[in-house]
């Protein structure tokens, strides 16, 4: 059994919110969704029902990459509209968003917000229930119990067990309805999870097990998904990026993600383009790395069965070839990893990414890294390897 019973999941279950929102006995619901994507994706045709059964406060006024400048005059409006249920419904951000709100209701003050936010503290509880229902296939933020959230730029994770959904709606029908990009950037950051996920620090049996699972339903599906989607592609891709969201729920993600926020906030790039970015050249860095590059504690036995994984997810034998593999699916799903075509183009501009990931954010990364080599591996081109097949 792949899915958990606090998962509905099916063609068209986004019509079954009205019913759970009566199960969990709200009556006042605060609706986070995207401006636009909320009508292009269909979720839209569930208001009538909902409405009948709900008072429906719906919000939207919040800009991708989660901003405590947006989180703060959507906690104020919470506390003028009083909800028993935060409902989001849309990509990451919603999700996030939604998530933060639950965090965080009844803060509306800034400085105690960023306090708060700064302080790292564990979000315990929450006390307005939360339903969420992702449109993209995906982020797998609506199987995690933590959130990203900017300050003045600056990333925060927000995390603990008050971040999780009471219940999640899975509904492959309204992934298919965005643009060709942005199916391919979302579905590579659930792929790049999943490979992250495998060889984390902090990667458990458990943890291992959803990643792989999640591989071998994504890495089949991505492309007809991305490039001629399909009811039954869309549905490998919801599935399979909600198992990796589930895995990286145990095991956090790596360098690859520690480095991508810095490229989608300097370059623009979106979420899952930005980390795909330098995933191929983690993995042959991870594949080449020897015992004394390991994080102390980490045994190489360990880590060469975690990489042994990724080479088999990807079809490949060795490292040179899995990356290679990796950046073939970027290039067919439209997805250039060049850096030089995002514009990170000069020695300053790879310098200057590398010092962005600072030792903690790359605690979970199975190899060290000085800024140094991270430089050096930023500045390999993305398919130095190609030949090699
Ligand atoms: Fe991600």
Redesign the pocket.
């Known amino acids: 059994v792949v899915i958990r019973r606090d998962v509905r999941y099916g063609m068209g279950a986004l019509l079954r919110v009205p019913q759970v929102v009566t199960e969990l006995g709200a009556r006042r619901v605060f609706l986070v969704c995207g401006r636009r994507s909320f009508e292009a994706s269909g979720a839209a045709r569930v208001m009538p029902a909902l409405e009948r059964v709900a008072e429906v406060h719906r919000w939207s006024d919040f800009a991708p990459n989660t901003d405590s400048a947006d989180l703060l005059p959507g906690l104020r409006l919470m506390e003028d509209v009083g909800p028993d249920l935060v409902l989001g419904i849309g990509g ?1 951000s919603a999700m996030d968003m939604a998530k933060l709100l639950c965090a965080f209701v009844g803060t509306t003050g800034q400085d105690k917000l960023h306090e708060l936010i700064r302080s790292g503290e564990t979000v315990t509880s929450r006390t307005p229930g939360m339903l969420l229902a992702p449109t993209t296939s995906g ?1 797998g933020s609506e199987a995690t119990h933590f959130a990203v959230v900017y300050i003045d730029g600056d990333k925060f994770s927000v995390a603990g067990p008050g971040l999780r959904p009471d219940v999640v709606i899975l509904d492959p029908v309204l992934s298919l309805s965005g643009s060709r990009h942005q199916r391919a950037t979302s579905g590579i ?1 659930a792929v ?2 999943a490979i992250e996920s495998l060889w984390a620090v902090g990667a458990t049996e458990e943890s291992r097990r959803w990643a792989r699972h999640a591989l071998r339903l994504l890495l089949p599906a991505i492309e007809t998904y991305v490039n001629e989607p399909t009811d039954v592609s869309a549905r490998a891709m919801a599935i399979g990026s909600h198992l990796a969201g589930r895995a990286i729920d145990i095991s956090k ?1 790596t360098a690859p ?1 520690a480095l ?1 926020y810095a490229i989608t906030k300097r370059y623009g790039v979106s ?2 383009h930005a ?1 795909a970015l330098t995933l191929g050249g983690f993995i042959a860095a991870h594949g080449r790395a020897g015992s004394g590059d390991l994080r102390p504690g980490l045994s190489p036995s360990h880590h060469a069965h975690a990489m042994d994984l990724v080479y088999a997810a990807l079809g490949a034998g060795n490292p040179h070839q899995a990356r290679s593999h990796f950046t073939g699916l970027a290039r067919r799903i439209g997805l250039t990893l060049r850096l030089p075509e995002v514009g990170i183009v000069t020695a300053a501009d790879t310098e200057w990414l590398a010092s962005t990931a600072n030792g903690e954010r790359l605690a979970n990364n199975p190899v060290m890294f000085t800024t140094e080599r991270l430089a050096g591996l930023l500045r390999e081109p993305a398919d130095a390897s190609q030949g090699v097949e």
């Open positions: 990451g982020s950051d790049a999870q993600t993600h991508s979420h899952g980390v």
